[in-house]
Structures are given as structure tokens and as C-alpha cells.
């Protein structure tokens, strides 16, 4: 048997165990570091596979680290398996979770054989936008000794090298001073209005900022009572640009607008967070090319719309990506009108469409990762790079 035919079987043999390992998951969603059903029925999946699991690695509770072989080509597949608030698994990591995993059972068949060490790190909270799960990871040294990373994101369509950009997440808390808002507002400082005047300098802001450049928050807390003068406003912000150097000029121009609420109404002005922004995504092309070929293989499509550019996401595998050679494609789940984060498509990520793209991304990566072992140039290109610094 080929190679491709020995890990295609292997795939297809636990393929009814990923699809009820992403259903599973989706039946219990989990917030960010919070995951700890997630993570230990990924890791519980993973040991019966025959993987040495080590939990709660570079002390987070919830993130993990799953091995087989010890080949000089070391390849890791992240998984992720948070959820978002109220609306569960609408970015679809249930499906990222089995995807890693199967993609790896697929590769670690053919390890031994094409020189490769397998390992799925699981990566906790890369919904919280900061300080999240793979810069901490990679910050402490769960990457170390890897030469590629990669993952596949659910996405109503197919994408080889998504738009992926920077973003800083934020709270910001303003702090004023209570009064009877009827009898004696004049005693009062008003810290729902510096909140006000930020939102509308932001607004206002947008007209002047670049194609991408995105501002975007909720009022997470906005007083306590309506014949109360607001004496605590917050808010959670996001800020978001093409690269991370772009991202510091976008970010200080709201930072001035959040100022300025403070200045108009005498309010103090506290930035809680931020300090750990996501970077932008740097596809490494030859393995993304890959991936492409292994998915069109599997009767995938790739299309070309025009304006996709512009629907541009982040996340923290931008970080890992600046450190080492990784790919972050998207695999269509069909879901079309439903897009990422809305509550229809939570739904449609349990469908048989969903189920169809968990086999074929976990095949696409483990193909990919035998493809990248096999080819001379690609594999000797793998282990000659080395490891840039972590970008957090």
C-alpha cells in the first residue's frame, strides 16, 4: 500500500470517531481556559490512538501536548476548542479540534516510515484576542524543536491563504463619581458620557482610517441604575490592522479618542489588556500549495471572489506563524447565508457538510504533512529553517 493509500485508511477508519469527537465538543461548549471537558476528551482520544499525551503544559490547565514518532521532521497540527460567549461554536472549533486530531492519527501512521515526529499541541482561548493560548504557548516553549505548524479553520468556502491580520484587545474602564442624576447632577462625574464622547470620537474616526483598519467593542458595563450618576463605565475594544506595525499607529489614534472621553467629562481613564496582540498571518506558500493540491484531490474547490480580501479575520496562529513556517487554510462547511460568528452558524457546524469537512481536512493535513516529508526541497527546506524569536 502507498503511502497516501495507508494514511487515506487510516483516516477513514476513525472517521465515525472524529465526527462524534466534534459533536461532542459542540454539545459542550467551553470558554476560553475554561475548556477542560474539551481538552481532556481531545486528549482521552488521542492516548487510545496511541499518542503520549502530556495535559496542562507551560502551566495552563486546559492546553496539552499529543506525540507519536521521533523522526528529525517535527510537524505540529494545533487544535482548538473554545467556544464563544452565548452563541457556542460559531467559529467551528469542534471541528478544528477533530480535524487536529485526525490529521495527525492520519500522519502518525507513516511517522516511523518518512522520518516524522507528530505532535498536536492543543491551544486554549484563541477567541480571547489577547495574551491567548498559542503566544503563551509559544512564549514558553511548546514550539520548540517544531519546524512547521499548521491547522484547518471552518469557513462557509474554501481558502488556501485567508486575509488573516493583527489585532489588540483591550478593556477599558472609565471611573467618575455618583450623584442624584435629578437632584444634584452638578455633584456628579458622569463616566457613561466619557464613554459616549470615545464612541463617537471612534465613530467619527472611521471615516479617516486605512482599508484595514478595523475598530470595533461593547459597552460592558454602563451604570447602575438610571437616577444614578455612572461613577464605573467599561468597555471591551478591538483594534485591527494589516500587520502588527500598522496595528501600533491605528491603535494609538483610539487610544486618543478614549482619552478624550476622560479630558471631556473630568473622568479617569484605565487600559486594562492589549499588552499581547494577535499578528498577522504569514502563509507559508510551498506548504499551503499542498494543501491545496491534497484538497483538490478530495473534489474541493477553491474560488476566486472578488472583495474577499476585505473579510479579513485574526487570530493567534498569526504569531506562531511569524516564528516558524505555518498554514492556515479555510474548509468550506457549505453554510452559506450563515458566515463565522452568527448563532446559524453554530448550527450548520454539526451538519453533514461539517462532518464531510472534518474527514477532509484531517486527510488534506495528513497528506500535506506526507507530501512535505517525501519532497526532498520541501522537507530539506523544513529543517534548514530556522526558528525565528516569538513575535507576541
Known amino acids: 500500500m502507498d503511502t497516501k493509500s495507508a494514511v487515506r485508511e487510516t483516516v477513514e477508519k476513525y472517521r465515525a470517531k472524529l465526527v462524534g469527537l466534534s459533536h461532542l465538543i459542540h454539545a459542550n461548549p467551553e ?50 476548542y473554545d467556544c464563544l460567549p452565548g452563541i457556542g461554536h460559531a467559529c467551528g472549533h469542534n471541528i478544528i479540534a477533530a480535524m487536529a486530531a485526525g490529521a495527525a492519527i492520519g500522519a502518525a501512521r507513516v511517522a516511523d516510515e518518512l522520518g516524522l515526529t507528530i505532535s498536536v499541541i492543543g491551544t486554549p482561548a484563541e477567541e480571547i484576542g489577547d495574551a491567548s493560548g498559542k503566544i503563551l504557548l509559544l512564549e514558553r516553549g511548546a514550539f520548540e524543536g517544531v519546524h512547521a505548524a499548521m491547522m484547518t479553520h471552518p469557513a462557509p468556502l474554501d481558502m488556501a491563504e485567508p486575509p488573516i491580520i493583527a489585532i489588540a484587545t483591550f ?19 458622569n463616566a457613561a458620557d466619557a464613554l459616549t464622547v470615545a464612541q463617537t470620537a471612534i465613530g467619527l474616526l472611521r471615516q479617516h482610517i486605512g482599508h484595514d483598519d478595523r475598530v470595533h467593542g461593547i459597552i460592558t458595563h454602563g451604570g447602575e441604575a438610571p437616577n444614578i450618576v455612572p ?148 522537507r530539506q527546506r523544513l529543517l534548514a529553517r530556522q526558528k525565528r524569536l516569538p513575535v507576541t
Open 31 to 80: 470558554l476560553g481556559f475554561e475548556e477542560e471537558k474539551s481538552s481532556r476528551w481531545i486528549s482521552e482520544f488521542l492516548t487510545d490512538a496511541g499518542f503520549a499525551v502530556d495535559s496542562g503544559i507551560c502551566e495552563m490547565p486546559t492546553a496539552f501536548v499529543a506525540r507519536a514518532g521521533s523522526g528529525p521532521l517535527h510537524i505540529a497540527i494545533c487544535a482548538e
Open 171 to 189: 478593556d477599558v474602564h472609565y471611573t467618575g463619581k455618583e450623584a442624584h442624576a435629578s437632584a444634584f447632577p452638578e455633584a456628579g462625574i
Open 231 to 378: 461613577a464605573h463605565t467599561s468597555a471591551r475594544y478591538m483594534v485591527r490592522a494589516k500587520t502588527l506595525k500598522e496595528l501600533e499607529h491605528i491603535r494609538s489614534r483610539v487610544m486618543n479618542c478614549f482619552e478624550a472621553g476622560a479630558l471631556a467629562t473630568g473622568s479617569k481613564l484605565e487600559v486594562r489588556g492589549g499588552s499581547k496582540p494577535y499578528a498577522e498571518m504569514i502563509h507559508d506558500h510551498g506548504l499551503a500549495a499542498l494543501y491545496r493540491h491534497n484538497t483538490e484531490q478530495l473534489g474541493r474547490t477553491f474560488l476566486s471572489i472578488p472583495g474577499m480580501d476585505r473579510a479579513a479575520g485574526s487570530t493567534d496562529m498569526g504569531n506562531i506563524s511569524l516564528a516558524l513556517p505555518s498554514i492556515h487554510p479555510m474548509i468550506g462547511i457549505n453554510s452559506l447565508p450563515a458566515i463565522n460568528h452568527q448563532p446559524e452558524f453554530t448550527a450548520h457546524c454539526i451538519s453533514a457538510d461539517a462532518d464531510g469537512a472534518v474527514f477532509d481536512g484531517a486527510l488534506a493535513m495528513a497528506w500535506t504533512i506526507s507530501d512535505a516529508a517525501i519532497d526532498q526541497q520541501s
